[in-house]
């Protein structure tokens, strides 16, 4: 198996966790945040695949999928155009509301189409090639995709905790 067979591998059982985290819930379940200082479902799916636009985008040359396609637009969620979420405060997580848990699977499936395509294009020597020098060691490729997978996934876990959370309150 190949370097690039595994991170398909991987960004793929983020895209069916992303999926089994949203499928199913209404806009207050996809809204709640568990306290006030937490994070909803909807707010941690739109951050992961936002920071995975960015990162994927900006390592490949490529337009992010939120601008190009018009997910900005679509999601219309009041916050800068180039907004990934991090470091929002409770306010800015407050506004980060989604209606449809389709609306959410669009954008992520959309950049994971994205994501596929600039991985199959990979060779094992592209994994070395330096993308970000503002660190020491400069980030690689390589780096920066498992970057991206561990994140993801860190996300994507808590969205399903959130989701329990939210769940286990309705009955």
Request: glycine share 8%; charged share 25%.
């Amino acid at each position: 198996m190949h370097a690039k067979d595994i991170l398909i591998d991987g960004f793929g059982r983020i895209r069916e966790e992303v999926h089994a985290a949203v499928e199913g819930l209404g806009p207050d379940e996809l809204n709640a945040r568990p306290g006030s200082d937490a994070n909803s479902v909807a707010w941690l799916v739109w951050h992961l695949t936002r920071v995975q636009d960015d990162h994927v985008a900006d390592a490949f040359g490529l337009d992010q999928v939120w601008l190009s396609q018009d997910w900005a637009k679509r999601l219309a969620l009041g916050l800068p155009r180039h907004d990934t979420g991090y470091g929002h405060t409770s306010a800015k997580v407050a506004k980060v509301r989604v209606d449809s848990p389709e609306l959410l699977t669009g954008y992520y499936d959309a950049v994971h189409e994205q994501t596929l395509g600039a991985l199959r294009s990979l060779a094992a020597k592209d994994l070395e090639r330096v993308v970000d020098e503002g660190w020491d060691p400069p980030v690689t490729l390589g780096v920066r995709l498992v970057s991206v997978l561990s994140d993801d996934l860190q996300h994507v876990g808590q969205a399903a905790y959130v989701r329990g959370l939210v769940q286990s309150t309705d009955a």
